[in-house]
């Protein structure tokens, strides 16, 4: 069919909305509650159109095309209209952009910016609320929040979660959890997906930046980092390069100049996850125990399954997850290597993750002391390289450090939805048959679906496998498995759709386009590097041989593995 | 009690009642022969059921919401008593709301061979009189008369005034309201025997979900909820879109305020609504409904409980509907409070079990309304007209009315007016006729400003409008609404940027906070009002004076993209009550902006409290009442009130006994 | 009726059922508690964020517990012109609450609605179940001062 916009004929699908069609011509309407493969839900009004017969403007999100439709995307009303509710909603906040996280990043600020608004014309009372600063995660600022929804949909129906809700009515209405209690007292998972889709700045992580800071100035701490493999494919976008450009080099500099005394690779704990958890699959097959065996990298799945499904702990990896282990070798094989007291090391993690933060506080991950110290987002890395006064782009590439710095194409992977199943696959296939993989790419578990399935046969077994991201398509499968019809061995959760690429630490906003090059790029540093099997790592053969004997030893299980905590869902 | 069931259910009866005949035997129909005993039987039932032809004299006592708010219980309970004690065998009836609340409690009498007669402001200590004299000395209590029934019978009450002849009642047409103050709510067959599914059953012999459909257009009846779309084009639509179950919902979510006619119709003829609605579901293939009623009308709740179990009982709803193989059940949902699920996508989100926010449309209800399915939500006034449609015919009920506007609107006049109540007038009639004919006028001698029509989303109408007919477009064309009939009588004590900051707040805490143009627009439209109202002695910033008139400049501007941009009907009307106040009433925004002062005496913080020392007599009663020593005077002297130091607070004039103390 | 008897009445996992057993929780306990509220999701089968954001949307649910009187101010419109504001104000002030609020010693909860349909005897304020209509700045201190005394 043919619909106008804007005097220009246009061809649309029937059951598109205005909005979809707009955008595929290049027009752009405003939008703040609108979120793509949800249903719209109508509620911030920027969208409004103006439509010939209609008697008042339509929100475009969510109005269907017809045949003949004629629509003006930009009349005087239109205008008017938006810099009105762009106006009200200023009226109602706090107005505090020059310190606010958001600050050049935010949907409100650069609206008004764009609709000239020019004064608060409307003032009056604002709605009060309480900062959350509770938990070791994830901040709220109510009085900030617009009110468009855009967490609380993600947190129930993306993710399953439900931690918080529209509160109240009207004028009061508020996003909290329930009681109005802070998040760390309910069953929030830390996931962070509610602070990619925050428009403004009501939501936010927890900062460490300062105690990174504090670490690097103290001239008593060895301030090692690490970065996790989808930091290097997302962290240019903050520094205006485009989204999916490799700057694994350039992060590695701007630490060493920004102060830090060893770079390592978390890749390279990603392999080692790798040696660990393959060991433990096929001990788990050939002695019959727990199955299916899910991972436990992705911290926000882990305590999603310790509040909704504790019953289902024994299916968990024990493998603690590729950062831990880094920081556990750090604080005792490098340490002691280098005979540094492991007291004064400070393991810094630069993550894509909100979750982590949490992770890292847990009292069983570390012995006598944490196995990591501090946990940054990607997007803290980019503010403190800025501070730094650092021009990232110009930057030279550098090298991490050794030894933990080597890593195989195995452990690059880990940043994608089902790379953590397809690097394990590669060295399972190894340790089960002695040879390699014929072929290395796994086709079956790639790509941007939620729930990605195979079956692999390996020395006569058929190994069934599943690889899901985004907390909500793991339900169904968690269901069968409590009522014992699952037939799955191995199963991979990622808590964020698509995986760390789109972790909730991940530059701001991380839109479709985005996750799809961040995508490509992590296959890509796969592909280009040498070796692409954990077991094929030198490092990783070396540190066996001298300090952990074999995958599964008591060293390791010591040092590598963990255990899970039943937690409340309220 | 006998009824129609067991009356024809006996079992020495040679002729087979199946469910399909039911409704025919009772109605009379001229194809069926009853044996003569039974025949007797009914007649002789009937005849007691429309208390035509008694043995013993009847009582009946009006016992509505504001039949029981006057205190009918008590009058019902010393009727009792005294009948009892005395020895007298009559029959106690209570019956729902006759419309006239000004003048409850209202008891008729009806005895043996005279007609009903009608007895206001009845208390309990009138009962024992209203039974010596009319029950027992067959006299009138004629300063308690409100009118005799137009009746045939064999005696008469001398020199009384015919009910429909008096002012409230002679222009009043009862359509819908035919039963209501007339018949025992809660006994079904008072309704059957009155023509009660009578149509119902002539759909389900005679007619397809077509002609039902057809005749309701023809009839041209529209949603009496507000916005008067056609209910035969929405149950049209519904009928045609495909849906393996399709719900039929009745909104008894009644939250305007000032407005209480579906509460009549539920508490005083429930079945009538029933009725309607299984017809709705038969024309639009529904198999099951619901009627979504606010707590706070307890009665009509328990009522309904009542009317569902009965109809059940007779087969006259649930499984295969006097036989014809249509079914159809129905359960009550009872709203939460909150105004806003009067907006039909709300109520579906209420229902589903979520904060009632209402959803975008398109898609509408007709297409995917609850759990996704068509559904077809009426109000209580829409579906009780759908009867009498079916049983007196589409044409008779469309030469009721205007051109665009067919048959009877109810309307809850209240306020400033005489006769408080209840009124149903055929579309077209005047607002004047209303206020002035049925309503009496203003009390107290004062004189009429204007009336608010159509609850928070109209407008307040002055007196250069009110010669204007009734109907959905002339309303509309004048600033207001048809809305769900609230009409409210304001006088001259009234202030109208009061009335329209009165509507600002219940608005305000009504939005559901769903869409910003309503959540954040609607408190700044408060704001600007309350600006207007405040004294700037109690505004803490100097710049509130500046806000005030900015207000008022942008308030027209707000008002408009409130009016075009949010989400559902009640953000979309949000604006009316101010634009229309402002519209007619501009002169005393004025006084309020620049003068500092409430014409009508009403904002508080703008009047200055004085003493006439003329009638002071120095009691220092007010000086003691004043709460912030604002009154100084020596006793026995005239008091004066320090202006700067008043709160306004109006303690002193209100404890006043010499009437020494008034404001300007 | 015990707790338990409450949630048999209502089949599990049914999210249509939700208002509903607010309702009976609330008509059985007088408000919503907490622990309650839980049971409540862990019944119906959702978050308990979602049972808390309905129970703060509709009027009709109490967080807390209410006084022994419940004092209903009707704000109808017929009920405003005829001073149904100062009728509140004064309540408020004899009773050092506000609207929404519970005496400490919850003798007394004032709560407004938006119209009973008792407006021809307007202002009008119902006490538990019972009417109280025509009321006057005079009348009103006096019926208060009644059930203060009353206890």
């Known amino acids: 069919m043919n619909i106008t916009i804007n005097n220009i004929e246009v061809w649309a699908n029937p059951g598109e909305t205005v909005l979809e069609v707009a955008e595929r011509e290049g027009i752009r309407i405003p939008t703040l509650c609108y979120l793509k493969g949800f249903s719209p839900t109508g509620s911030c009004r920027m969208c409004m159109v103006e439509v010939e017969d209609q008697g008042r403007l339509v929100p475009s999100c969510a109005f269907p095309v017809y045949d003949g439709m004629k629509v003006k995307t930009n009349s005087p009303e239109v205008r008017r209209a938006r810099k009105t509710i762009i106006e009200l909603l200023l009226a109602n906040h706090p107005q505090d952009c020059l310190v606010c996280i958001r600050n050049g990043n935010c949907d409100l600020q650069s609206l008004a910016a764009e609709y000239g608004v020019r004064s608060y014309r409307y003032v009056g009372q604002r709605r009060k609320g309480k900062l959350d600063l509770a938990s070791p995660a994830i901040e709220r600022d109510p009085e900030k929040c617009i009110l468009c929804g855009r967490c609380v949909r993600v947190c129930h129906e993306m993710q399953n979660v439900g931690a918080i809700d529209l509160i109240n009515r009207g004028f009061n209405s508020t996003v909290a959890p329930a009681m109005d209690r802070s998040l760390n007292t309910v069953a929030c998972v830390y996931c962070g997906q509610c602070i990619v889709h925050c428009p403004v700045g009501a939501l936010r992580e927890k900062s460490d930046q300062k105690r990174v800071w504090e670490a690097i100035n103290n001239t008593d701490k060895l301030v090692v980092a690490q970065i996790a493999p989808a930091v290097r494919v997302a962290i240019g976008e903050e520094f205006g390069l485009q989204p999916g450009e490799i700057v694994t080099g350039k992060i590695v500099a701007a630490l060493r100049r920004m102060g830090v005394d060893t770079v390592f690779d978390t890749n390279f704990a990603a392999d080692l996850t790798i040696m660990e958890e393959a060991n433990e699959l096929i001990e788990r097959i050939t002695l019959q125990k727990t199955l299916p065996m899910i991972t436990s990298c992705s911290p926000g799945w882990v305590k999603y399954l310790e509040h909704f499904y504790p019953d289902l702990m024994d299916h968990l990896s024990t493998c603690k997850s590729p950062h831990e282990m880094e920081g556990a070798m750090i604080k005792s094989y490098y340490a002691r290597k280098m005979g540094i007291n492991p007291e004064k090391i400070f393991v810094v993690s630069v993550m894509p993750c909100i979750a982590k933060k949490f992770e890292a506080q847990r009292p069983e991950l570390g012995k006598e002391f944490q196995d990591v110290d501090a946990v940054i987002t990607t997007r803290e890395l980019a503010r403190m390289i800025r501070v730094a006064g650092l021009d990232f782009s110009r930057l030279p590439d550098e090298g991490f450090d050794d030894p933990l710095g080597e890593s195989t194409g195995a452990g690059a992977i880990f940043g994608v939805a089902g790379g953590v199943m397809e690097a394990a696959l590669r060295t399972a296939h190894y340790m089960m048959t002695g040879k390699d993989m014929p072929v290395i790419d796994f086709s079956p578990i790639r790509g941007l679906q939620g729930v990605k399935e195979s079956t692999v046969e390996i020395n006569g077994i058929k190994l069934k496998i599943a690889a899901v991201s985004g907390l909500k398509n793991i339900d169904v499968l968690l269901k069968d498995i409590q009522a014992g019809k699952s037939e799955y061995h191995f199963i991979e959760v990622m808590a964020c759709p698509n995986g760390c690429i789109n972790g909730g630490g991940q530059p701001l906003p991380s839109t479709p386009e985005k996750i799809q090059k961040r995508t490509e790029a992590i296959y890509k540093i796969d592909k280009g590097l040498p070796k692409r099997c954990s077991h094929h790592n030198q490092s990783i053969q070396k540190l066996y041989q001298e300090f952990l004997e074999k995958p599964g030893s008591h060293t390791a299980h010591d040092l590598l593995h963990t255990h899970y905590i039943r937690r409340n869902r309220y | 009690m006998k009824d129609f069931l067991d009356i024809l259910n006996r079992k020495h009866m040679d002729f087979k009642v199946t469910p399909d005949l039911f409704m025919d035997i009772i109605h009379e129909s001229p194809d069926i022969t009853l044996p003569a005993q039974t025949a007797q039987e009914l007649r002789e039932y009937k005849s007691r059921l429309t208390l035509e032809k008694t043995d013993k004299p009847a009582v009946i006592v009006g016992m509505g919401t504001c039949g029981l708010a006057n205190g009918a219980q008590g009058v019902y309970d010393t009727f009792k008593e005294e009948l009892e004690k005395r020895g007298i065998e009559a029959e106690l009836i209570s019956t729902g709301c006759v419309g006239y609340c000004a003048e409850e409690v209202i008891v008729d009498i009806k005895l043996p061979g005279y007609p009903r007669l009608s007895y206001a402001r009845v208390t309990p200590k009138d009962v024992s009189n209203l039974i010596e004299t009319t029950l027992i000395n067959h006299e009138p209590v004629r300063d308690k008369v409100l009118g005799v029934y137009h009746e045939k019978s064999e005696k008469r009450w001398e020199n009384l005034p015919v009910i429909n002849n008096i002012p409230f009642f002679k222009i009043q047409q009862k359509v819908v309201l035919e039963n209501c103050g007339i018949i025992d709510p809660e006994n079904i067959d008072q309704y059957i025997v009155r023509g009660g599914y009578k149509g119902l059953s002539r759909v389900l012999k005679n007619m397809s979900p077509e002609d039902v459909i057809e005749d309701m257009l023809k009839a041209g009846l529209r949603g009496r909820g507000g916005g008067g779309f056609k209910t035969g084009m929405k149950w049209k639509f519904a009928r045609q879109s495909e849906g393996d179950k399709k719900y039929l919902i009745c909104n008894a979510d009644e939250g305007d305020p000032g407005a209480f006619m579906d509460r009549a119709i539920l508490e005083g003829d429930p079945h009538r609504v029933v009725e309607g609605m299984v017809i709705a579901a038969y024309a639009i293939g529904a198999s099951e409904g619901y009627i979504y009623c606010r707590a706070e009308y307890p009665l009509a709740i328990r009522r309904l409980r009542k009317t569902l179990a009965d109809a059940e009982k007779y087969g006259l709803l649930g499984d295969n509907i006097l036989n014809s193989g249509f079914s159809f059940k129905l359960k009550i949902k009872e709203g939460a409070g909150a105004f806003v699920c009067g907006e039909e996508t709300a109520l579906i989100n209420s229902i589903e079990g979520n904060r009632g926010m209402p959803r975008p449309r398109p898609p509408y209800p007709t297409t995917e309304g609850l759990w996704g399915k068509p559904t077809v939500i009426n109000n209580v006034e829409t579906f009780a007209n759908v009867p009498v449609i079916i049983r007196r015919g589409a044409d008779w009920y469309a030469s009721i009315g205007t051109a665009t506007s067919k048959g009877t609107k109810i309307f809850a006049l209240s306020g400033k007016v005489k006769n408080v109540g209840l009124v149903e007038v055929p579309m077209g009639t005047t607002l004047r006729q209303i206020v002035f004919d049925v309503g009496g006028g203003i009390p107290d001698g004062r004189r009429f400003k204007a009336v608010q029509i159509g609850g928070p989303s109209g407008g307040a109408l002055p007196e250069s409008v009110i010669d204007t007919a009734i109907d959905y477009e002339n309303l509309k064309e004048i600033g207001a609404m048809m809305g769900s009939g609230g009409l409210v009588v304001m006088d001259e004590t009234t202030c109208m940027v009061d009335l329209a900051k009165y509507f600002m707040t219940f608005i305000m805490s009504e939005s559901c906070g769903k869409c910003i143009p309503c959540r954040e627009g609607t408190k700044r439209l408060y704001e600007t009002l309350e600006r207007l109202t405040r004294s700037y002695k109690n505004e803490n910033d100097p710049e509130e004076a500046l806000l005030r008139f900015q207000g008022m400049v942008y308030l027209e501007r707000l008002a408009k993209v409130i009016t075009t941009t949010s989400l559902c009907g009640l953000g979309q009307t949000a604006a009316n009550p101010v634009l229309s106040t402002l519209h007619y009433f501009r002169d005393e925004y004025e006084a309020h902006l620049y003068e500092r002062k409430c014409p009508a005496g009403v904002c508080k913080e703008l009047l200055t409290y004085k003493i006439d020392t003329d009638k002071c007599t120095g009691c220092t009663l007010c000086a003691t009442k004043c709460p912030v020593d604002a009154i100084v005077g020596e006793r026995k002297k005239a008091h004066y009130i320090i202006s700067d130091k008043c709160t306004r607070c109006g303690q002193c004039m209100m404890n006043c006994n010499f009437n020494a103390i008034y404001v300007e | ?151």
């Not at chain 3, 008897?5 to 089949?11: K, N, Q, R």
């Not at chain 3, 104000?89 to 519970?102: D, F, N, Q, V, W």
């Open chain 3, 1 to 151: 009726m015990n707790n338990q008897s409450i949630f048999e009445a209502y089949p599990r996992n049914d999210a249509s059922l939700l208002i509903p057993l607010l309702q009976n929780i609330q008509t059985e306990f007088g408000y919503l508690p907490e622990d309650q509220l839980e049971k409540v999701a862990e019944h119906i089968g959702i978050p308990l964020s979602r049972v808390y954001g309905v129970a703060t949307f509709y009027n009709q649910f109490r967080l807390k517990p209410l006084g022994k009187y419940v004092i209903r101010v009707c704000r109808g419109t017929a009920c405003h012109v005829k001073g149904s504001l100062d009728i509140l104000r004064i309540l408020e002030s004899e009773l050092g609450i506000k609207a929404g609020e519970t005496t400490k010693d919850f003798m007394f909860s004032i709560e407004t609605v938006a119209c009973i349909g008792a407006c021809s005897i307007a202002p009008v304020i119902v006490i538990n179940d019972e009417y109280f209509g025509g009321l006057t700045p005079k009348s009103i201190q006096k019926l208060i001062k009644k059930f203060k005394d009353k206890g």
